[in-house]
Nanobody, 114 residues
Framework: QVQLVESGGGLVQPGGSLRLSCAAS????????MGWYRQAPGKQRELVAS???????NYVDSVKGRFTISRDNAKNTVYLQMSSLKPEDTAVYYC????????WGQGTQVTVSS
């Protein structure tokens, strides 16, 4: 089994920054993709950003140029640096890992509001 523990969410003003972290533990050898999804109230969960084991990244268009995903393979940790945050970025953010199937964190709330 794989466990994912997220941290770093919170309340921030528009234009501000936050960094999310997600540490993986358990049977985590040969991890492939990791990433972040988000789900806003009344909306479907969407992929925000993903990163492969070799560092290849992918972003949803709405966050390109504002969010940066990175990973530390030695620590089995993935990060999401979020800058120039907008109210529409408000959502629960879920860490995701793919290892023969999807694994999910418990979610962390990000609220962008003045």
């Amino acid at each position: 089994q794989v466990q994912l523990v997220e941290s770093g969410g919170g309340l921030v003003q528009p234009g501000g920054s936050l960094r999310l972290s997600c540490a993986a533990s358990g049977s985590i050898s040969s991890i492939n993709d990791m990433g972040w999804y988000r789900q806003a109230p009344g909306k479907q969960r969407e992929l925000v950003a993903s990163i492969g084991s070799g560092g290849t990244t992918n972003y949803v268009d709405s966050v390109k140029g504002r969010f940066t995903i990175s990973r530390d393979n030695a620590k089995n940790t993935v990060y999401l640096q979020m800058s120039s945050l907008k109210p529409e970025d408000t959502a629960v953010y879920y860490c995701w890992l793919w290892k023969m199937k999807s694994y999910w964190g418990q979610g962390t709330q990000v609220t962008v509001s003045s």
